[in-house]
């Protein structure tokens, strides 16, 4: 499987109906009783949990199953660990990740977004707030109403929304879903500022308890990828105290 931004590649789910009822979620967490209460409440919203205590179980698992729509992953694992055991997934698959962590410090919280996370937890969490963050990449995770459907052009840059395909001076670029609608969020409005605050409810859906930083790593990410010099922009361009904004450089 080829990591790229094309929806359904990793076997999201397709319909509302399966926002919950009929969605796996792989659930890899090594206290068992802090995993066992991950896995009651999500049966409780109607999900299917897939259960392991490592990394390593977890890719096996990966692999032999029917691909999770959702992977929670905790940091501090034994043996591999959650960002590795993240980035190995990431090489494969477009899956959501939320990283689970007991930590609060940014630099854990930056490096499993860079590790190509979607999205982070502190513990001890509360299982609503959860809940909800499963719920917006659930449903983001099916293609966009909304999302822009011919092709746009900024630059250099050519992106097919519907297809799922980003191009830079004719050459496929692979990004992750995460990072694809963020480009399509800011090609939809060339030239604007868009807030991060914006940007967390178009892009991730969330509002009040969205984090920044979710924005600034995934900025940081796609300018790698986007960018012939990701220190020095030229399409995606920070706006001082207001946000981000694409144009054509």
């Known amino acids: 499987m080829t990591l790229d931004a094309r929806w359904g590649a990793d076997g999201g789910p397709q319909s509302d109906k399966t926002e919950t009822v009929a969605s796996r979620i792989l659930v890899v967490e090594d206290d068992e009783r802090v995993r066992a209460s991950v896995r009651l409440a999500l049966e409780d919203e109607g999900y299917e949990v897939i259960e392991t205590a490592t990394a390593e179980e977890a890719l096996a698992a ?16 034994p043996g591999m660990d959650g960002f590795e055991c993240c980035r190995a997934i990431r090489r494969v698959s477009t899956v959501p ?4 962590t007991a930590r609060t410090d940014t630099h854990d919280v930056v490096a499993g977004l860079e590790a190509g ?62 990072e694809f609608l963020l480009l399509c969020e800011l090609a939809s409005n060339p030239g604007r500022v868009l807030s991060r605050e914006q940007l967390l409810e178009r892009v991730w859906g969330y509002d ?27 399409h995606v361009l920070t706006v001082r105290g207001l946000g981000y904004k694409l144009q054509a450089g």
């Open 62 to 77: 990966f692999e032999r199953r029917a691909l999770p729509h959702l992977v929670l992953i905790d940091l501090m694992l």
């Open 97 to 100: 990740i939320i990283i689970v």
């Open 117 to 178: 996370a979607d999205d982070y937890v502190t513990k001890p969490f509360v299982a609503k707030e959860l809940g909800a963050r499963i719920r917006a990449l659930l449903r983001r995770a099916r293609a966009v109403p909304g999302q822009p459907t011919q092709a746009i052009n900024v630059g250099d840059l050519e992106l097919e929304p519907e297809a799922g395909v980003v191009r830079r001076g004719g050459q496929e670029i692979h990004l992750t879903r995460t």
């Open 208 to 234: 009040y308890f969205g984090d920044n930083r979710l924005v600034d790593v995934h900025i940081r990410r796609l300018r790698t990828k986007v960018e012939p010099d990701p220190t020095n922009p030229n």
